[in-house]
């Protein structure tokens, strides 16, 4: 049976684009060297890797010495929180219940180790920070703070104004990263007139390749490396560079922001399409977060009253080749559910469903499986 797949978990990942892959080619086949060696067949590679972050950087408005490749923006956070505290002197660190399992894991190793303090801020039912929290904890706070905010998160959608944050921090001498993993290739950014130290990405959620990301270093801040063994990335992450994936970064951001005016408000009528229609069709759903207000527009988190049938219902929209996600990918088949959802929404009777979409998707594929939910609930 050779089904049509309908894919909307584009928050976990996103289709490679066919030029990117065009891109990436050359660096899988004749231009392999590495890029360390000294003789031509390295210098070639060297130079697709240079060439590729000076691109970064002038999308993101920054330096090309303040961009890094990683292996993602997992390690892309896990870099940034660790340095805050070991090399930048931050004894406390401010983050929030919402955030990525790649912070929340690394602040709480961070507190079981005793090298750092740990607050959490409060969240408003609407998926937002409590902005006066984060002020009253900054200035309460007789050590050097780490913040560590996202700058939208992956299973609601909801946008957190890091200008703001970025200027609260600065009054209080706090550092500031942003795990930018869901914006960056999604929005403009203009890190020179951003107020942060470390931002995060990771070229698969924007048609890039999986396993390449940047971490993003203002220059103001010294820092030493995570990985040791070698002087690559500056001395700033040891390790071959993954050549072809750092050139498909490039490529792929390149082509997000090329196409970002019509792609956005496509993906984003997709968005309140099936928002009009579940709506419409399906009764006593909710949507959580802050779906029409400061909010991505690639994310639909939606709440069904929870029944026998409606417990089924990833199983079943996956039956029936429909890819959408209980909360995120990365604690897919866990069964305690979504951290996020409980935090803003600790009702038991709800079965939540995240589907995030893509330039790809179409109004008919919206139409398919709000019709499916209809016969599942």
Known sequence: MNMQKIYFDNAATTSLDPQVLEAMMPYLTEKFGNPSSIYSYGRETRLGIESARKTVAKILHAHSAEIFFTSGGTESSNTAITASVRDLGCKHIITSPLEHH??????????????????????????????????????????????TLMHANNEIGNITDIHAVGNLCKLHGAIFHSDTV???????????????????????????????????????????????????????????????????????????????????????????????????????????????????????????????????????????????????????GVEQGSHVIRAINSNPNQVTVRFSFSKNNTKEEIDTVVNKLQEFI
């Open 102 to 147: 790649a912070t929340l894991h690394t602040v709480e190793s961070l507190q079981k180790r005793g090298e750092a303090k740990l607050s959490f801020l409060k969240v408003m039912p609407n998926g937002h920070i409590d902005m006066e929290d984060l002020e009253r904890l900054l200035a309460e706070s007789d050590e050097k703070c780490l913040v």
């Open 182 to 332: 869901q914006t960056v290739g999604h929005f403009p950014f203009d890190l020179r007139n951003t107020p942060v130290h470390f931002v995060t990405g990771a070229s698969h959620k924007f048609h890039g390749p999986k396993g390449v990301g940047l971490l993003y270093i203002n220059e103001n801040v010294k820092i030493l490396p995570y990985i040791n063994g070698g002087s690559q990335e500056r001395n700033m992450r040891a390790g071959t560079e993954n050549t072809y994936g750092v050139v498909g970064f490039a490529r792929a951001l390149e082509l997000a922001t090329e196409h970002y005016e019509k792609d956005s408000a496509y993906i984003k009528s997709l968005k309140l399409y099936m928002h009009d229609q579940l709506k419409k069709h399906i009764k006593s759903i909710s949507f959580n977060g802050d779906p029409f207000g400061n909010s991505l527009y690639t994310i639909l988190s939606v709440s069904f009253p929870k029944t026998e049938k409606s417990e089924m219902i990833l199983f079943n929209l996956d039956i029936n080749h429909i890819c959408a996600s209980g909360g995120s990918a990365c604690t897919s």
